[in-house]
């Protein structure tokens, strides 16, 4: 079991990192809202600390988001699930491979990301370690309720839409919690708002092999 579980992770991460254009679309798109930010707001470096944070948070989510559309709607579509379900993986586990793989693949790579975007839109550069430690915190249960959002549309008609309808509301205690320890953090202990995000990682964890499970199981019956 064990061995067919590696085996899973190995080529869901393979696929993630190549399929599609891979972590360059979510990097592409992270950049790309990042770069617009300043364009818009203006050369005001006030404002710019001031909400640097914040809007890091929502790139951050609204990225994450992006790379987790067709989760499993290609491997659904291939047939892959049904020959997943004779062998030895219940679907809360292959689901709960699918989502870590796809972390790996994208969700880490923004999450490093994140500390530089702050620290050029205005952040003090002190905040690098927290952001990022943050930003792992909270890509993971962005990837992790995205997963349950993308198990419930699968095979549905316009199932990116219907998925960011359902996940986006559940994105918003990460987005506030990992804003509110970016701004405390210059004097201030942030220690009650980073066990805040692991706390929510903890539950999404927790929740999401369960959900996700009955979804797959409900979309292949």
């Known amino acids: 079991m064990i061995r067919a579980a590696l085996a899973l992770l190995r080529r869901?991460?393979?696929?993630?990192?190549?399929r599609g254009g891979g972590p360059l679309l979510a990097v592409g798109f992270y950049l790309t809202l990042m770069a617009m930010i300043p364009l818009s707001l203006g050369p005001d470096q006030a404002v710019?600390?001031?909400i640097a944070a914040g809007l890091t948070w929502l790139c951050l989510a609204l990225a994450s988001?992006?790379?987790?559309?067709?989760?499993?709607?290609?491997?659904?579509?291939?047939?892959v699930f049904d020959l997943l379900r004779l062998g030895p993986l219940p679907l809360e586990l292959i689901a709960l491979l699918k989502v870590i793989s796809q972390w790996l693949g994208t969700g880490l790579i923004l999450s490093v990301m994140t500390p530089a975007?702050?620290?050029?839109?205005?952040?003090?550069?002190?905040l690098a370690v927290g952001g990022l430690v943050a930003a792992m915190l909270g890509s993971l249960s962005f990837a992790l309720i995205g997963g349950i959002g993308a198990s419930l549309a699968l095979g549905a008609r316009k199932g990116g839409v219907l998925m960011?309808?359902?996940?986006?509301?559940?994105?918003?205690?990460p987005v506030i919690f990992g804003a509110g320890l970016m701004q405390a953090m210059p004097g201030h202990s942030?220690?009650?708002?980073?066990?805040?995000?692991?706390?929510?990682?903890?539950?999404?964890l927790a929740i999401a092999p369960v959900a996700m499970g009955a979804a797959l199981r409900s979309a292949l019956s």
């Open 12 to 18: 869901d991460l393979g696929l993630s990192l190549t």
């Open 48 to 50: 710019l600390t001031r």
């Open 65 to 79: 988001l992006l790379s987790l559309e067709r989760l499993f709607e290609r491997d659904y579509e291939d047939g």
């Open 117 to 126: 975007v702050m620290i050029i839109l205005g952040a003090a550069p002190a």
């Open 164 to 173: 960011a309808l359902l996940v986006l509301p559940l994105y918003a205690p």
């Open 190 to 204: 942030a220690t009650q708002a980073l066990a805040f995000l692991a706390a929510y990682a903890l539950f999404a």
